[in-house]
């Protein structure tokens, strides 16, 4: 109960910046989004003057462990930090979870091509910075539930995936 009244406070006294989330108040309802965060990535990975694009990714392309060849050490760091970083993006951004948790199946031994893929779910962000989700005043609270399957679509273990968002 703590932890709920402790936000309730934080809305009430008009908090800006709270954790990497931007909360926008208007009399229509709540906006929340990261786009400093989204940014900041953008910046960091050096894909801020990148050309944008309209989807994610590529689903006719069939991402497996042995697609491409495999990143140098160091680039095996860069691209875990940024699928890090892409995870906790997903908290706002619903738009990118399947394709982010795809891409994290890659952590171990990544390759070129999901360096590739990882650079289109930057281009897409670019794109779309100021996406988020909105709360509205005066709607009803209805949690919904989306799951989808790819049934036995991995390539690696011929298993299927299934992802949920709440």
Request: net charge positive; hydrophobic share 35%; aromatic share 10%.
């Amino acid at each position: 109960m703590k932890h709920y009244s402790f936000i309730g406070q934080c809305l009430q006294n008009k908090i800006r910046l709270f954790l990497g989330f931007e909360v926008a108040r208007t009399p229509a309802g709540i906006n929340l989004c990261q786009r400093k965060y989204a940014l900041d990535i953008l910046n960091d990975s050096g894909m801020l003057g990148s050309k944008s694009v309209s989807i994610p990714f590529d689903y006719t392309t069939k991402l497996h462990k042995h697609l491409g060849s495999f990143l140098s050490t160091d680039d095996t760091s860069l691209y875990r930090r940024l699928i890090g970083r892409l995870i906790y993006l997903t908290n706002t951004r619903p738009d990118i979870t399947y394709v982010v948790q795809h891409m994290s199946q890659f952590v171990a031994q990544p390759t070129s091509a999901h360096q590739q893929a990882a650079s289109r779910i930057l281009r897409y962000i670019k794109g779309s910075l100021g996406a988020g989700i909105f709360l509205p005043v005066d709607s009803n609270i209805h949690l919904k539930g989306f799951s989808d399957s790819d049934w036995t679509d991995c390539l690696d273990t011929i298993r299927s995936i299934t992802s949920y968002a709440i």
